[in-house]
C-alpha cells in the first residue's frame, strides 16, 4: 500500500474517536464559543475540463476528512477541514482497437477547505457552505488499456491546486449530510509537449509518454470539477 495512503488511513481511524466531542462551550462559560470536533466522510464524481483529452465519463472516488468547527453567532460557523480526495476520469476503450489507449486518470489529493457555515434558519438546520480549498497532488496515475496497475505515477501536472467549494448542508442531531461542489481554479496541466521520460508500466518493458495514444502532447488545458456527497458526524 502507497506509504501516504496508509498515513491517510491511520489519521481517520484516530479522528474517530473525536468524531462525537462536541461541547456547546456557552453552556459552562458564556465567554467561550460553541467548537466541534469531527469526521467527514462521502463520495465524489469528478470529472476534467480538459479539450485536449478525449472525451470521457466521470470518475466515482472515496473522500474524507476531520474537522474542527467554531461558532460565531446564531448562523455563522467556521469550519477547517483536512482530508484526503480522489478525482479524475475515465475514459472509453475497445478492445479491438491497436495502441496503448489511456484509460483513466487517477488524482490522489490531500485538501484543506476553509469554509463558512451560513445557516439559513434559526436551529441551524438548513446550512449553506462556501469557502476556498488548497488541494496538493500526492500521487497521479495514468492507466493503460486493462492494465490493473498505472503504467504512469509521474506526470507533468502541477502538484497545487487553488479552488472554491459551495453546497447544501442539512444538520441533523447526529449527522450532517451535504451535497456540493468543488472547482479548481488553477490551470494543472505542465509541459505535456516536452516530457517523456520512461515508466515502468509493470508489463514486460517500459513504456514512454509519447506512446500512449492518443497523444498526449497538446494536453495544455485541466481544470478539476467534483461533485460531493458527504455525511458529516
Known amino acids: 500500500m502507497n506509504r501516504s495512503v496508509l498515513v491517510i488511513l491511520l489519521l481517520f481511524a484516530s479522528s474517530l474517536t473525536f468524531a462525537q466531542q462536541y461541547r456547546k462551550s456557552e453552556d459552562d462559560n458564556p465567554n467561550q464559543r460553541a467548537q466541534k470536533v469531527g469526521v467527514r466522510i462521502g463520495i465524489g464524481t469528478s470529472w476534467l ?20 468547527r467554531m461558532n460565531f453567532g446564531k448562523r455563522l460557523n467556521l469550519q477547517a477541514e483536512f482530508g484526503a480526495a480522489y478525482r479524475g476520469q475515465n475514459f472509453p476503450f475497445n478492445d479491438d482497437d491497436p495502441g496503448n489507449y489511456y484509460t483513466k486518470l487517477g488524482l490522489f489529493y490531500l485538501e484543506m477547505p476553509l469554509l463558512a457555515l ?8 438548513h446550512n449553506l457552505m462556501v469557502g476556498p480549498v488548497v488541494s496538493y497532488l500526492v500521487k497521479p496515475s495514468l492507466f493503460i488499456r486493462r492494465d490493473y496497475y498505472p503504467a504512469f505515477t509521474v506526470l ?23 451535497a456540493g461542489m468543488k472547482i479548481g481554479l488553477n490551470n494543472l496541466a505542465g509541459d505535456f509537449a516536452n516530457y517523456d521520460i520512461a515508466r515502468d508500466s509493470g508489463n514486460e518493458s517500459p513504456q514512454k509518454l509519447s506512446e ?13 470539477r467534483t461533485f460531493e456527497l458527504s455525511l458529516y458526524f
Open 118 to 125: 451560513v445557516a439559513l434558519d434559526e436551529n441551524q438546520k
Open 156 to 178: 507533468p501536472i502541477k502538484k497545487w491546486e487553488f479552488g472554491v467549494s459551495a453546497g447544501y448542508l442539512l444538520s441533523t442531531k447526529y449527522i450532517g449530510l451535504y
Open 212 to 224: 500512449v495514444t492518443p497523444s498526449l502532447s497538446m494536453v495544455k488545458t485541466l481544470f478539476n
Open 49 to 68: 475540463k480538459a479539450p485536449e483529452l478525449r472525451d470521457g465519463s466521470p470518475q466515482v472516488g472515496v473522500q474524507g476528512a476531520i474537522y474542527y
